[in-house]
C-alpha cells in the first residue's frame, strides 16, 4: 500500500473514533446546584470530602396506619426532585460500575463550566459542551443511607473532545489547566476571552453525567 494511501486511512480512522456531531451528548445529567460554582470545586477537589446527597425513606408510626416519608438534607442539592435524583443516580452508578468491570476506566464526572456555542455563525442550533471533567465515584450503603459522591483517583482534564473541535475547526487553544494551582473561576474567564468573538459563552455551572474517553484514547494511539 502506497504510503500516502496508508497516511489516509490513518486519518479516516481517526476522524472516525471522535464522534463531534449533535450526538455526542451527555446522558442521564443530573445538574448540582448547591454548594455553589466555587464552593464545590474547593470541597470536592482540592479538600477531597465526601458529599452526599439529599434522600428520603418510608416508615409507619406505631400508632399511626399511614406510611410517612422522611426527608433527609443532604451535602448537595439538585435540579431533580429526591425521586428522580435517587433513580438518575442508580443508573449513573451502574453503568459507572459496568464501564470499569468491563473496560476497567471510569466514565464518571463532574463537569466545571459548560461551553455554549454554534458550529458556525448562521447555526440557530446552540451546541452546550463540558469542559473541565473531574472524576468520580458514587457510593450507597444501604437503601436508608444517602449516594456520596467523592473524586476519583483519575486525571482531572479538560474535555479533550471540545479542545481537539476547537483548536482544528476554529483556531482556539484552550489554555493549560493545573487542578489545584489555577484558579476555576479565573480560568474559565480566559476561556471567554477567548470565545468572545464568536458570540459563545460560558456557564459556570456543575453537573454530574457519564463521559467515555475511549476513543478519544484511541485516537490518541494513533
Known sequence: MAEGMLERRIEGWKKSLLDMGKRNRLLNYIRIITPDFEELYKK???????????????????DEEETN????????TTNRTIGEQQKTLKSLRDKART?????????LYVAFGFLNWTESPNSKWELVSPLILVPVTLSIESLTSPY????????????????????????????????????????????????????????????????SFLKMNMYSDL
Not at 477537589?45 to 406505631?62: C, G, K
Not at 482531572?156 to 479542545?163: A, D, E, G, S, Y
Request: with cysteine; aromatic share 12%.
Open 99 to 107: 464501564a470499569i468491570e468491563e473496560q476497567g476506566v471510569n466514565v
Open 44 to 62: 470536592l477537589v482540592l479538600e477531597e470530602r465526601e458529599l452526599s446527597f439529599p434522600f428520603s425513606y418510608f416508615y409507619e408510626e406505631d
Open 69 to 76: 416519608e422522611k426527608v433527609i438534607p443532604g451535602d448537595l
Open 148 to 211: 456520596v459522591l467523592k473524586i476519583h483517583e483519575d486525571e482531572i482534564v479538560i474535555n479533550p473532545t471540545l479542545v481537539y473541535k476547537l483548536e482544528n475547526d476554529f483556531g482556539i487553544c484552550l489554555p493549560e489547566f493545573d487542578p489545584h494551582e489555577s484558579e476555576i473561576v479565573e480560568y474559565l474567564n480566559s476561556i471567554q476571552n477567548l470565545i468572545d468573538v464568536n458570540g459563545w459563552k460560558i456557564k459556570q455551572e456543575c453537573g454530574l453525567s457519564l463521559f
